[in-house]
Structure formats: C-alpha cells, structure tokens
C-alpha cells in the first residue's frame, strides 16, 4: 500500500481552461475527501465522498467545481473556466474510519492558472 | 465547529522541548481535539490525537486540562526535521469537514 496518489503534482494552465485532477485513495477505503489550501493557509475543505455517493460540499465548491467518484475508488475534481483565484494546492485524502486519526492525506496537486 | 487560536510561528534550537499551545474555548462536549503536521509540499499527517488528560504516542504528548479550552503539543527534543506547519483541529469523531485553521509555523534551528 503506498499511500493516497494525486495526479498531476503540478498543473499550470491559461485561464478559461479546464482542468481535471485525480487522486487514488488507500484501497479499501472508503471515505474520500478533497480539500484546497492557498499559500500560508490551512487546508479548507471543499467536499466528500462515502463509496460513490457524494454526501457533503463546501459552498466553496462553486458551479465551477465538480467532483466524482464513479465505482467508489478513485476520485476526479474538474474546474471549468479556471480563474486566478483557483490557483492553490488541491489535496485529496481517504479514511476507513470517521476519525481525524485515521486520516490520510496525499501529496496534492498544485494548480497555477495565469 | 469550534474554532482554534494557535501562535502564528515558533522558533526552537535542536534538541529543545517545544509546547504549542491550542485555545479552543467553544469546544464541545463530543468534539476531539487533534493535532495534524505538515511539511512544504506534502498533505498533512495525524500526529496525535485526545479528548481530556494527556496522551503520549512515538512522536509526541498532548496535554488537555480538565476545562478542555486549550490543548498543548509537546515535541521532545525537536531536530530539524521537525521544522513544520502544525494544526489543532477540533472536532467530533465522525466530522467531514475539517477546520484546519492557520496553525503554527515551527522553526527549528541548528
């Protein structure tokens, strides 16, 4: 087991591009979660997903955002139209458990729209 | 969620013992409080995590009084490598979403 993997790790585009990213949480989990932290803040949730189903969303999740987990395994988080304000690292984790202990982050991808 | 107040920074010299102290005076009765570290680059990792007293684990203690409105993390003997971002995060078991906050940027010096 390696861990959550995120791809790409780094992502540069215009903006009014779309862009999509991928994370591959630990097997068997089944909790996802994607989150987004700008330079010198903390990371700050955007959504979740129990298997397939997405049960929770941040209102930071605009109509731009959208977020899948078609077979309850890997994840996808597009941005349409990106904007300026996107750039940020979009970290993706995955937990068995509901417990921040069994939490598990990976690396991130790290978006710059210019 | 209840919300945290961490120091901004923290400098230590190696092998120092550092506290980081948490206030989280609307905590909760079922919230748990949890301290997560962060390296540039890098999603952040669990490094502990309490609900009153004290809990030691391999990498640190966390010590909670018995109000429960703050919460310390002590690093033994911190080294360079110890150089991070921490967060104190409170919540209840269960919690989707979490409430990183600032955290504190520890610094440690050769």
């Known amino acids: 087991d390696t861990g959550v993997s995120q791809d790409p790790r780094h992502k540069i585009t215009k903006r009014g591009q779309n862009v999509t990213f991928r994370c591959d949480p630990i097997?068997?989990?089944?909790?996802l979660y994607w989150y987004r932290q700008t330079l010198g803040q903390g990371p700050e949730f955007l959504t979740y997903?129990?298997?397939?189903?997405?049960?929770?969303k941040s209102r930071l999740l605009s109509d731009r955002f959208s977020a899948e987990r078609p077979k309850g395994s890997f994840s996808t988080l597009e941005i349409q139209r990106t904007e300026q304000g996107d750039s940020a690292m979009y970290l993706c984790?995955?937990?068995?458990?509901?417990?921040?202990?069994?939490?598990?982050f990976g690396p991130g991808t790290r978006l710059t729209v210019l | 969620l209840a919300k945290t107040t961490q120091p901004i920074s923290m400098d230590s010299y190696e092998g120092q013992e550092v506290n980081i102290t948490c206030s989280h005076n609307?905590?909760?009765?079922?919230?748990?409080i949890t301290w997560y570290q962060q390296f540039p680059s890098q999603g952040p990792r669990f490094i502990i995590q309490?609900?009153?007293t004290k809990v030691t684990n391999e990498v640190a203690s966390l010590f909670i009084p018995a109000d429960r409105k703050s919460s310390t993390l002590s690093l033994p003997r911190v080294s360079l490598s110890d150089t991070a971002v921490y967060y104190c995060?409170?919540?209840?078991?269960?919690?989707?979403?979490?409430?990183f906050g600032t955290g504190t940027r520890l610094t440690v010096i050769p």
């Open positions: 609307n905590i909760a009765t079922n919230d748990y």
């Open positions: 097997s068997e989990h089944n909790r």
């Open positions: 995060l409170v919540a209840q078991t269960g919690a989707n979403n979490l409430f």
């Open positions: 309490g609900y009153k």
């Open positions: 997903f129990q298997n397939e189903a997405q049960l929770e």
């Open positions: 984790a995955s937990s068995f458990r509901a417990s921040g202990e069994f939490l598990y």
